[in-house]
Every structure is written in C-alpha cells, then in structure tokens.
C-alpha cells in the first residue's frame, strides 16, 4: 500500500522531477512537449481498466466503460499528436537550391 | 504475478520521465515519444492480468473494456491522422478532455460503489477521489470548450452578467457537495450525482469568457489539471503508475504553462481573468500595435538551426560590438546543417557605405551570400528567420508605412516580411534617429538582448549544442 508519508513523499519528488525535466525547453517545443506530457497522462487508462473490472451493475458499467474509451483516446491521440509534430523536427536533407539566381 | 505488474508500473513511470526529459530537446524527441509509447502499451496490456481485477475470459466486463479500448482508440487514432497540422491545438484539447474525464468517471464508479454501499478505504482516500473528480471534471468540459472555440464551433467570448460572482458561487457550491461527500458515511448518491454536474458546468463557465488566442495557454493548463487529477486517482487506486506520471505532468504541465504565457508575453492571470477591466489603453500607445517579446539564445539557436534559409541583417551596433568574426562562424555552423544563409546589406549600414561588406568580408564571408537591398528585399517573406543585429532605422518598417515618420520614404531592408524575425540588441532603447521601431513590436519579432558579439557566440553554442 502506498499511503501516508511515503506517499506525500512520492507525490512531492515526482513533482520536483517533473519541474526539473522541463526547465530548459525551448519555445518551438513547447506545443510538442505539451501534447507529450498530455499523452502521458493517458496512463489513467491502466485506472480506468482496473476501476472497469472491478464494476458492478449497469451504472458502474456504463461508467467505467466511458472511463476506459476515453483514456484510449487521450492516449492513442496524445502519441498519433506528438509524434506527427515531432516529425516536422526531423533534420531536413541539405536544401542547395542556390540556381535561382 | 502482482509483483511483476508492480515491477512494469514502476518501469513505465520512470521511461515516461525519461522521455519528457528527451521530448525537451528536438534532438531526442522523437525517441522519447516512441519509448514512452512503449511503456504505455506494455502497462496497459500488463493490467489485464493485475490481481485487483480477476478477469474471467468469459465475463462481461472483460468484453465490455475491450470494447471500449478499440472503440476509444479507433476514434482518436483516425482523428490524430487525419486532421491538419494547423488544427493540432484543438485536437490536444480534445484528447487531454479525454483524459481528465476519463479521471473523473474512476472518481465517479469509486463514489457511486461507496454509496451503493461498499466498504470505505478511509476519509483521505474519499478526499482525494473528490478532489481528483472535480479537477478532472473541470478539466473534462472546460477542454470540451476550448476545442469547440479553436475549431470555430463557438466563436464568441461569452460572458454572463456577473459571470465572476457567478463562478464564485458554483466553486462554493462545487465545495459544499464535495465536503458532503467525501464525509460521507455511507456517501449518498444524489449527492454524487449533483457534485458532478456542478463541476461539469464550472469547467465550462471558467473558459467561456477566454479568447481563442489565449487557448493554447489554457489548454496546456488543462493538461497539468488533468495531471494532476490522474495523481489523485492513482491515490485512491493505490498504482503507482499513475501517482508518478500524473504527478511528473502537473508540475511539467504548470511550468510549461508559465513558459507559454511568457513566451506569449501574458501572465496566466491576465488569460484567466482577462475579460476583467481591459480595453481602453489601446489607443494610448501612439499606434504602436504588440509588445516587444524576450527570446533566450537557445530557442533562436535552435529556430535558426531547423529553418531553410536565414537572412542575417547586420548593422552598426554589430560593427561596434566587433561581432563579425562570430557572425560568420555562426552563419558556417547554420550552413554545415543545410540552412540557406544570406547576408542582407542596407546601404547606409554602419554609416558608411560599404563598411558591413568589408566587415564581412574580412571575417571570411563568401562575397556571393552578401546581397544589397533590390537584390535581397525580395527574399525575405521566404526566409523563416531574418537576424538583425545591430540594425534599427534599417529595418523600421515605418519607412513605409507612416508619411508623418521622419524616416519616411528611405529604402528599407524588409525584415519584417521575414516568417520570423530575431532582434539582437543590447537595450529597449530607440535607433539612431530616436523613433520608435516598429518592427520590434511585431508580432513575429522577438527580441534577444544583450552585447552583439556574446548574444551570437550564445547562439553558436545553442547550434552546436544541436548536434
């Protein structure tokens, strides 16, 4: 169980890390970083399964259901997102179209 | 089997913070992402065996989530693919909605579970599923908002009488059903029910008054909630997993949020506030339009570093400064990358006709990449970044603009077609002819301040940092 000081513990490292792991991004970043983090917050599908298996009834259900396809959701489309902004990043091949003029 | 599960979650919390950590460089980013989407898939498929679920093969809800995955993932996958670039933000929006809801609804099963009866795991772990529900849920339809006005689905600020005392009392509403029920022994379910609703509508009402253009500033607010929500929730569903990525996003997602509106040049404050006591003061400013915004070297560097072609404007403060040794060593590094690199001479550069050209020439610049004003003017608008350092009256596009400007009518160099224009200077002050330039107001001019010859060799140290 994680509970009590340990996890007041947990929660303030991880927060220190996170603001650590940011500080120096710079700004052509910011909008890939932002749907990056945004993807890893998708982990709350691991959540919304066990909160699934674990429901009873139709309400629970329902509930947890809309709970696990929306996780999916943040997660597939937070990775598709990230990685199609990232791409425009790739180092471009050598552009010597110097004939112009 | 619930060790090795444990044993994954701990894993996917620590490849996550490395790929944040690499997702902050564009060298690495695209590696951090692909790693982080690993960890991802192998937690999920490891939570299908976790011991708090017990799936049989057969039952209902085993079916049920498959289904929702598929569906849930099928939508967003298709979406992500095929909407344009241009319309990414709303779609982050839309997926980090997702998210928070998606926190929300494991704080609603939890509270309805308990008011159907179950056994309590104590009053912390109510509070925090109480908390988690309302920052997911606000997060949740407040997304829903911001997606709708950045895809022009709702394209007005709407703003209530009274809007502020209004949200004011939904919060106190918000925390009196949330007081009742996370005290409550058992929880009731009306009351559930009714704390839900009203952090749906309280989302919703904190980002109707926002403008489109802030909209990045709040999403990316959205997503440190949602973060956040998802710790709270990982809390009550003692996983590990979730406490840290959550966690590590809300206080990456707030820092970036801060960065964002500073790189905007707004404080968050004004984004969420700001349909209070503005306008006026507009016209004040003697038609100056914008602000002048601060770039640090590494960001220049690096929106230099991955353009096409950079045009370099340089002026007297260069010739002072002595920079052009560093000019030219930074305009080599840019062209080693295939960067485009052209040097752009107005005539009266430096005072003295001809002085930039032997400056230039004598730090080793290839005489062909120097051009004069009628040969360069027209290849700026398909430069992504033109450079002035030192140069001011220039480049001030009143020159054209203002017959009223002393400087009217001289020949200018066009920085200001430039997609993206970097001012290097050594303070806020005005040119030569004491006028205001109006380039360093534009919207797509940031400033970098500081001594010509140091802010290049920052520069250089931000290219090389990129190899």
Do not use: C
Not at chain 2, 8 to 37: C, D, E, N
Not at chain 2, 121 to 138: D, M
Not at chain 2, 425 to 452: C, P, V, W
């Amino acid at each position: 169980m994680i509970e009590g000081l340990p996890a007041l513990y947990i929660f303030m490292l991880s927060a220190f890390t996170g603001y650590e792991v940011i500080s120096r991004v710079p700004v052509i970043l910011h909008t890939p970083l932002m749907s990056g983090s945004n993807f890893v917050h998708g982990i709350v599908l691991v959540g919304a399964m066990i909160v699934m298996g674990q429901a009873e009834g139709v309400l629970q259900l329902t509930i947890g259901f809309i709970a696990v396809a929306m996780a999916a959701g943040n997660a597939v489309g937070g990775y598709v997102a990230t990685v199609r902004m990232l791409e425009m990043f790739q180092h471009k091949p050598k552009a010597n179209a110097e004939g112009a003029k | 089997m619930g060790y090795i599960i444990d044993a994954v979650y701990f894993l996917t919390a620590a490849i996550f913070i490395i790929g944040l950590k690499q997702m902050s460089s564009p060298v690495t980013a695209h590696r951090g992402i692909v790693w982080a989407g690993i960890a991802m898939v192998v937690a999920s498929l490891a939570t299908f065996g976790a011991p708090d679920i017990s799936l049989d093969v057969g039952s209902i809800n085993l079916q049920l989530m498959i289904v929702a995955i598929v569906a849930g993932s099928t939508v967003a996958y298709i979406s992500a693919k095929r909407v344009a670039m241009t319309d990414m933000p709303q779609m982050i929006a839309m997926y980090n909605g997702m998210g928070g809801g998606a926190a929300a609804a494991i704080a609603a099963v939890e509270l309805v579970r308990l008011s159907a009866g179950a056994e309590s795991h104590g009053l912390t772990i109510q509070v925090l599923a109480v908390l988690g529900a309302v920052i997911g849920a606000v997060s949740f339809s407040g997304s829903a908002i911001a997606f709708a006005k950045l895809q022009g689905i709702m394209k007005k600020t709407m703003r209530l009488p009274l809007h502020q005392i209004i949200n004011i009392g939904l919060l106190i509403a918000v925390i009196i059903f949330g007081y009742l029920v996370a005290t409550g022994a058992p929880v009731r379910f009306e009351h559930v029910a009714i704390f839900f609703a009203l952090a749906l509508v309280l989302g919703v009402m904190v980002t109707l008054p926002i403008g489109g253009a802030d909209m990045p500033v709040v999403i990316s607010l959205f997503n440190a909630l949602t973060g956040l929500a998802v710790a709270f929730e990982g809390f009550v569903l003692n996983n590990a997993a979730m406490i840290i990525a959550g966690t590590v996003v809300g206080s990456s997602g707030t820092l970036l949020t801060q960065l964002m509106a500073k790189a905007m040049n707004r404080p968050i404050s004004n984004v969420l506030f700001s349909s209070f006591g503005s306008d006026g003061g507009a016209a004040a400013e003697e038609e100056i339009e914008g602000s002048m915004k601060e770039i640090q070297a590494n960001d220049a560097a690096i929106m230099m570093a991955y353009g096409q072609k950079v045009i370099i404007v340089p002026g007297y403060g260069m010739a002072v400064a002595q920079a052009q040794h560093k000019l030219k060593e930074l305009g080599d590094l840019l062209e080693a990358r295939g960067v485009d690199v052209k040097y752009a001479i107005h005539p009266v550069a430096g005072r003295m006709p001809g002085h930039m050209n032997v400056l230039l020439a004598e730090a080793g610049v290839d005489y062909d990449n120097i051009l004069d004003l009628e040969e360069i003017n027209p290849e700026f608008p398909t430069a992504d970044v033109a450079l002035v350092i030192g140069a001011n009256d220039v480049v001030n596009p009143v020159a054209r603009s203002n017959p009223d400007s002393p400087i009217y009518g001289m020949p200018i160099l066009d920085a200001d077609r430039a997609q993206n224009v970097i001012v290097i200077k050594r303070g806020k002050g005005a040119g030569f002819s004491g006028i205001e330039n109006h380039l360093f107001y534009a919207d797509n001019t940031q400033m970098l301040y500081g001594d010509g010859q140091k802010a290049v060799s920052e520069l250089i140290a931000g290219v090389k940092a990129l190899q």
